[in-house]
DNA sequence: ATCCTATCTGCGATTTATTGTCAATTGGTT
DNA sequence: AACCAATTGACAATAAATCGCAGATAGGAT
């Protein structure tokens, strides 16, 4: 998504556009895969001297709630965000080298419904995530541990 | 899973039955879901004064490694562990109450593969969280930050 | 252009989950 | 009974994330 169609949806939902927020918001435009609040931080610190980390933090929570970005908890690596697109995805997460990569699955056609003895749940959402190795990475017995089925 | 079943394989692994293990695998299968380390801790803090937040955390890793325990990573919600038992499933979360439930469910009948432009990844597992409200909860504002699509 | 105020930011301190170190203890094998 | 590697507890140390608050500022109103 080009950075200027994001400036405008961030500012139509009322926020400001303060030079952090844009800094934050290019640094999402920028990436190629989900970042974390810290290499957001550590990709702005330069050009914004004096930039605080809580900022980052604030507005990347703040954004999630909104719907602008998207958080990626996968196992215990820490929390990263990419920004909403339009097509509904999940991730893939090397175990090696920590690096996530957006795939174009999802094994729901329609809305997941959960129903355990007879009692349902209300489904509001759900999230997958696929953890392997990519292509650069070898297995390696270090890095296996984390692996969940 | 019985008690007893579980002590046996975690000795066979190689673990000494101190009792703080017996303790922690005891609270691991009362609970009809989920714990985390400071709820098992909470647990077994009364019947063996003097036990420490960190052996109930160097347990729990030590028995997900060996894969006798699955720890389950739900949004930001703290780290929760299950005994692994014998089928593949997945949980519900709710958004309200932070409690997980099993659900007997799983969209992949075969071991999942991932490629993207012909890129090949090397799949080893894979992790499937619903959110949404359990039959005791509401949905309300506060809590419907947390939902991911 | 200037003003005004609700929104935002930076700072410093804090919380909370989790891990590391290391000497002392202990399970269970001999 | 003795031995020893596995295990534990105490304490310190991280690291991610948050909070409170005083001062700064975006951007609509004038």
Redesign the interface.
Known sequence: MEERAVLDMVRQRGYRLTPQRRAILSALCRSQSPVSAGEVYDQIKHLLAGTSVDTVYRNLNQM??AGIV??I????EV?RFELQVGD?HHH?V??ACHRI?????C??EAP?S?A?DG?????????????????QCE?SEEA??D???
Chains 1, 2 share one sequence.
């Open positions: 999630a709630e998207v958080a908890h996968a196992g215990r929390v509904h893939f090397c175990l990569f957006c795939i174009p699955l094994p729901f997941v959960v355990v009692h349902a749940f209300k489904v509001t959402g759900h999230s997958l995530e696929v953890y392997g190795y990519c292509s297995p296996t541990s692996v969940r089925v």
